[in-house]
Each structure stands twice: as structure tokens, then as C-alpha cells.
């Protein structure tokens, strides 16, 4: 870093700014000094700028920032309220900034002041340097008069004062971005100041790589906002890789809900605490479900869904009650959410596949089956939600199921002779085996699960890593082995209720003909909705095939939603 401090009669101006007052034409005439810090930071010069205009982040940032509010004033222009605490004291100030993003540039200037100070202006610029991008801070100020002492002791101090402070604000700016923190603090979950363009949008690459996605998130209460807000500047060149930067996002977003619902429930508004609630648990969800180069904070990503879940269940329009539920040693945490009312109710158990959570996808089903009069059950088996990096999925998942189901009709909300199955991708096959050998059940639906995995060496590699990652497998060929030999349905007895399958021709990772044959196994009677240019899940058409699976379901238990 490198300074100068200087006195000189100096009436800096900006391109945008106000006219001055007479006050401060009178003020100009008074001996101004500048104070000039200056710091490298090797990051790209647009992340150092938005580290300088997204001023309701800097308490994240600087200790020495203890609030600010924004104010958008007009165009380019930007009121700034904060509560610092440094050498100068703790002190309210508000300041006036004009924001120049073409040339990289911040001109302000201070309305309420620290108590040696009478006036102060200046200039923060942000520009390509060797090494990375150089931040060049100007402080222009003019010392309060104080009768009595010598005025140029106190002018030096006082530059020498704020000097220091800039310089500590600059070294932990630096230190921030070049470590990488996390993004709830260093970029921000808002736009800062400026136009929606190539620079901070999202660019062509990012969203080609990640549109597969965005009908999932949407299914999971997240808007068009949301997924733009995490998605631009992302630093993702490939779907089947850098999730890192993908991870960091979404888990700062899943923070700022967190916050949100916590001021909406203090205040008492019930509404906006559940969706913000909703919303938080579902970016803590997406943060991890592809996320595999660091376990433990994947793990920790998953816990804090569950987390945020439960902190909500209170509030819910649902009525919701925990399952204590056991199998083969193991503790399978669950929900029995119904409708209000008495029941007994039908009741549909819902089935994770490898990389959905029972609080987000699974909730978002189970609210379609309560709204036509059903209980539903959601779970947490072996190698699924919480039990994910810790606790291999079993092969003989039935086990699992036979174990909630035996608790499950013994609840008086439940009608137990009218229960049935739902499954999606991988869960659809575990719920289709659980439905042929778990006595019981009287209807189930597979959502893109298949009879078979013998097409496990052609899948791509991201699901490759969540299969190895869920059934603790070494690498793939003994992950391919164990899909070949163990995860189908041919020594299991054909199922005897009616199924019904919904799947997308052109699916890749569970192929049409797999759930065909699934089809041509059961022996009663089977349905098809099939989507010609579908992918897995054929999440383009959730609108259309929730609500027919969901009353086909209702039709098949007998079920009638309540006025």
C-alpha cells in the first residue's frame, strides 16, 4: 500500500454530481487536505467493485461497520447510512455517493460527519493493475476548528488517523476477497448499482450448463429472481464440474432467507416466515445436491435443510408430527404431514430418489396429496437426507419401508387399508420393489425410476458420483457390479396393485425401455405418461403430470379433499 498526505486548496468535482451550495462555496475556500490510500488485490476488478458498491454486505466484511442502510436516490446516486466504530470514535454517519461504473469509479460525500471533521469528500477507483486490481481510496477533508490549538498538529493527526483507518479497512478488503470468504459477505446476494448486462448477468455458457435445473428449482418454491441472483458471475464452465463456487452461492442465498423469515416471524407475519422458510431450506438443499469435492461440507449443507425444516414445522398450514421410526439398528427420521381435520386419512409414503431431500422435492409433493385429502409420509432411509456420507443406502431397501410402514398404520390419522406408494427417479424403483413386497399397499407411482441399472457404465459423471456417494462404493466399476447384480427387479415377485409411470423418452439416466420393463413386470394393471423430448423427470412438465398423478392417486385410495 502506498499514501500521500497533502495540504492544498482543492475543489475535487465529479461527472454527475449536484451543484454546490453557497455553504459549501464558502467551504471551498477553506484549506482541504487529501489523504490517498492505495492497495492491490488480486481478484478480477469486477468483484472488487461490487465489493464497493453492495454497502449492506460490509458489515460482513469490515468489524468496524456495524449497520448501513441504502437509499437509491436517483440515477447513479446512492445515500449511505452507516454506524462505524474506529479511531475516530463510534459515530453515525451518512454519506452521498455517485456511482460511475463505466470508468470503475465512486465519487461521495460525507452529510454527517465524525466530530473533528467539517467537511470531507473524495473518490474510490477501482483499475487493472499487475498481480490483479488496484483500489485507490481519496479522502478530501477539512479538520473541525477547535479555538485554542494549533491547527496544523491537529490536521496531521488527523490525517494521519484516517489514513490508518482506510488503510485497516483496505488491508481486511484485500484479505477477504483474496481468501475467497464466503459469499453471504463477500459478493452479495443483491445487484449492486447498475444495468442487467453481460457483466453481471447470466452469460450463455452458465446458463446452458444449468437450465436442467431451473424447473427444479422452481418446484421447490425458488422464483426466476433467486436463480438469476445465484447464477450470475458464476464460475461454472461445465455441469458435470465446478460446483464449488455453485455450492457457496446457494448456501449465501439459503442464509439471507434464513434472516428473512426470522425478522417476518418477529414481526409476526406468518405468511412471509413460511415461504422465506421454504425458500431457505430449499438453497441449502440445491447447494449441496451435486456438490461431492468436500463431503463434510456437503453434509453440513444437508444437516442445516433438516435444520431450517424443523424450525418451521410450527407454522406450517400442514399439520405435521415426527416419526420415530427404527431399522435394522438404524434411527429413520420422518414426517406424517395430513391436512387439518380428523381423520383417519389416506395415506401415500413418499420415496427420495439419491439426491432430493424429503423437506424440499418430497414436502413439494406431499402438499399436492394433503391439498386432495391424503396424508403423506416422507423419510429418511440408509444413504438418503441425513443419513447421506454417512450411512450407505441399502440394497434391500424394503426393509426400510416394511419398518415405517408398520409404524405408519398404527398412527389413528391414518387409514391403513388405504395406503399407497410414490417414488421419484431412483426412488421410483425403490418404491415399485417396497410396493411388490411390503404387504399393504394399494397404489403406487413411479416417477422416472426404472426396472433395472444395466446401464450404469453410460451414464454421465455426476451421477456417477452420487450413486458411488450413496451406496459408499470405491470407485465405478464397483459401483457397476453392485447395479448390475443387485439394484433390479428380477428376482423380486411381480407387483400386484396398479402402477402408474411417468417418464421422458429421451432420458439418459434411467432409459424409457428400463421403466418399460418395469411395465411389462407387474402383474396388474399399468398406466404410462410419456414425454417425446423429455429428459430425466421431464421437469418441463411438472405443471401437467403432479396433478394427474396426484388424482390418480386420490382415485385409487378413495380420497376427497376436504372443504
Not at 436517483?74 to 454519506?95: F, I, K, P, Q
Amino acid at each position: 500500500m502506498s499514501t500521500h498526505t497533502a495540504s492544498e486548496k482543492k475543489n475535487p468535482t465529479a461527472s454527475g454530481k449536484r451543484s454546490s451550495t453557497a455553504a459549501e462555496a464558502k467551504a471551498s475556500a477553506a484549506e482541504k487536505n487529501s489523504v490517498v490510500n492505495t492497495v492491490v488485490i488480486e481478484a478480477p476488478a469486477d468483484r472488487v467493485w461490487r465489493s464497493c458498491t453492495d454497502v449492506e454486505r460490509w458489515p460482513d466484511i469490515f468489524p468496524t461497520t456495524r449497520e448501513v442502510r441504502r437509499t437509491e436516490v436517483g440515477a447513479h446516486e446512492v445515500v449511505m447510512d452507516m454506524t462505524v466504530a474506529n479511531e475516530l470514535g463510534v459515530n453515525d454517519v451518512r454519506s452521498h455517493r455517485w456511482y460511475r461504473p463505466d470508468e470503475f469509479r465512486i465519487d461521495f460525500r460525507m452529510v454527517t460527519l465524525p466530530p473533528a471533521i467539517a467537511e470531507m469528500e473524495g473518490s474510490w477507483t477501482v483499475e487493472p493493475a499487475d498481480g490483479g486490481t488496484r483500489l485507490v481510496v481519496e479522502h478530501i477533508f477539512v479538520p473541525r476548528q477547535d479555538g485554542g490549538q494549533e491547527e496544523g498538529a491537529d490536521t496531521a493527526d488527523l490525517g494521519d488517523t484516517l489514513f490508518r483507518t482506510t488503510e485497516n479497512v483496505l488491508a481486511t478488503l484485500k484479505g477477504w476477497l483474496e481468501t475467497d470468504r464466503d459469499l453471504v459477505a463477500d459478493e452479495g446476494l443483491r445487484d449492486a448499482w447498475g444495468p442487467r448486462n453481460a457483466g453481471n448477468g447470466i452469460s450463455a455458457e452458465t446458463f446452458e450448463n444449468c437450465e436442467l435445473f431451473f424447473s427444479r428449482l422452481g418446484l421447490a418454491s425458488l422464483d426466476w429472481g433467486d436463480i438469476t441472483m445465484v447464477l450470475k458471475d458464476l464460475r461454472k464452465e461445465s455441469t458435470h464440474e465446478d460446483w464449488a463456487d455453485w455450492h457457496r452461492r446457494w448456501s449465501a442465498l439459503g442464509v439471507h432467507y434464513e434472516e428473512r423469515a426470522a425478522e417476518a416471524l418477529a414481526a409476526g407475519h406468518l405468511e412471509t416466515f413460511r415461504t422465506a422458510n421454504r425458500k431457505a431450506a430449499a438453497c441449502h438443499h440445491y447447494a449441496e445436491f451435486f456438490y461431492f469435492d468436500d463431503a463434510q461440507a456437503k453434509i453440513d449443507s444437508r444437516d442445516r435443510v433438516t435444520e431450517v425444516f424443523e424450525r418451521g414445522i410450527p407454522y406450517l398450514n400442514e399439520v405435521v408430527t415426527a416419526l420415530d421410526v427404527t431399522s435394522d439398528g438404524l434411527e429413520v427420521p420422518g414426517y406424517l404431514m395430513r391436512p387439518p381435520g380428523e381423520g383417519p386419512w389416506p395415506t401415500v409414503l413418499l420415496i427420495n430418489g439419491l439426491d432430493s431431500a424429503k423437506e424440499v422435492e418430497l414436502y413439494a409433493f406431499a402438499r399436492e396429496f394433503i391439498a386432495r385429502g391424503m396424508a403423506a409420509v416422507v423419510f429418511d432411509g440408509p444413504g438418503q437426507g441425513v443419513h447421506i456420507g454417512r450411512t450407505p443406502m441399502a440394497v434391500e431397501f424394503e426393509r426400510v419401508v416394511a419398518a415405517v410402514m408398520e409404524e405408519v398404520v398404527r398412527r389413528p390419522e391414518v387409514d391403513e387399508d388405504c395406503i399407497g406408494i410414490f417414488g421419484v427417479s431412483f426412488g421410483g424403483y425403490l418404491a415399485a420393489r417396497a410396493a411388490a413386497t411390503v404387504p399393504g399397499f394399494r397404489a403406487c407411482v413411479n416417477l422416472s425410476g426404472g426396472f433395472d441399472l444395466d446401464n450404469y457404465s453410460d451414464v454421465n459423471v455426476m451421477v456417477k458420483k452420487d450413486f458411488r456417494f450413496v451406496f459408499d462404493q470405491s470407485d465405478d466399476d464397483a459401483m457397476a457390479e453392485l447395479a448390475r447384480t443387485k439394484l433390479n427387479l428380477r428376482e423380486i415377485p411381480p407387483l400386484r396393485i396398479p402402477l402408474l409411470a411417468i417418464h421422458g423418452e429421451l432420458d439418459t439416466i434411467i432409459p424409457i425401455d428400463s421403466c418399460e420393463r418395469m411395465l411389462d413386470w407387474a402383474a396388474e394393471t399399468t398406466e404410462l405418461i410419456r414425454y417425446p423430448g423429455e429428459r430425466h423427470v421431464a421437469t418441463n412438465y411438472f405443471g401437467d403430470f403432479i396433478p394427474r398423478f396426484s388424482d390418480w392417486m386420490a382415485d385409487r385410495l378413495g380420497a376427497q379433499a376436504r372443504p
